[in-house]
Nanobody, 123 residues
Framework: VQLQASGGGLVQAGGSLRLSCAAS??????????MGWFRQVPGNEREFVAA????????DYDDSVKGRFTISRDNAKNTVYLQMNSLKPEDTAVYYC???????????????WGQGTLVTVSS
């Protein structure tokens, strides 16, 4: 499975961005994967942002983004999204999408990773 993240960019504080992560090579099995978004600031550890179950019946968010970010997926398009609203300078990071089987996973339990897309929020 190959994951391609896109949608990053430069935005002012309070603005919005929508990240996309397109999966290829997964065939019909994309819908069987839990999809997650993580982020990392250079020099810091990678941190969990959000996850969505294979059926979209369950979602999970880090407390720092609850109420501002929304994860969703379109299994027909093999794509997962991260809508980010009310962005803050501390949201600045490289955002990665990842895929795994199961739920309530740590980052090292994710099997497939995208290349990352940079989000920069200016104050």
């Amino acid at each position: 499975v190959q994951l391609q993240a896109s949608g990053g960019g430069l935005v002012q504080a309070g603005g919005s961005l929508r990240l996309s992560c397109a999966a290829s090579g997964s065939g019909r099995t994309f819908s069987m994967y839990t999809m997650g978004w993580f982020r990392q600031v250079p020099g810091n550890e990678r941190e969990f942002v959000a996850a969505i179950s294979w059926s979209a019946g369950r979602t999970d968010y880090d407390d720092s983004v609850k109420g501002r970010f929304t994860i969703s997926r379109d299994n027909a398009k093999n794509t997962v999204y991260l809508q980010m609203n009310s962005l803050k300078p501390e949201d600045t990071a490289v955002y990665y999408c990842a895929a795994a089987r199961g739920w309530d996973l740590k980052d090292y339990q994710y099997t497939y990773w995208g290349q990352g897309t940079l989000v920069t929020v200016s104050s």
